[in-house]
């Protein structure tokens, strides 16, 4: 999703403009709000701090269990949108 509306691979900075979304109900409460018809790409990566002293260090964006996925999914679907979900653990991105 970042890299879509940044047009390249985001950093920590980045992500961490965006509004924070936790727990279920404030999830589902965005996806009830989107246009019939929109998908969300759910990823599983790592986004590395540009800025840290420790190599390697930053964010770790997860995918929940199955049945939170499965929850959540069913939810988006009674509301026509699509949930899309990709696991991408071995991905890294940063850097500017």
Known sequence: MFEWLLGRLPTLEDVRQFPVMRGLTQLKSRIAS???GSSVFWEDQRILDPN????????R???????????????????????????????VTGGK
């Open 34 to 36: 989107l246009p019939k």
């Open 52 to 59: 840290s002293v420790n190599p390697g260090e930053g964010l």
């Open 61 to 91: 964006l997860t995918i929940p269990p199955p049945a939170v996925v499965g929850d959540v999914k069913g939810f988006a679907k009674v509301h026509h949108v699509e949930i899309i979900v990709t696991d991408r653990k071995d991905t």
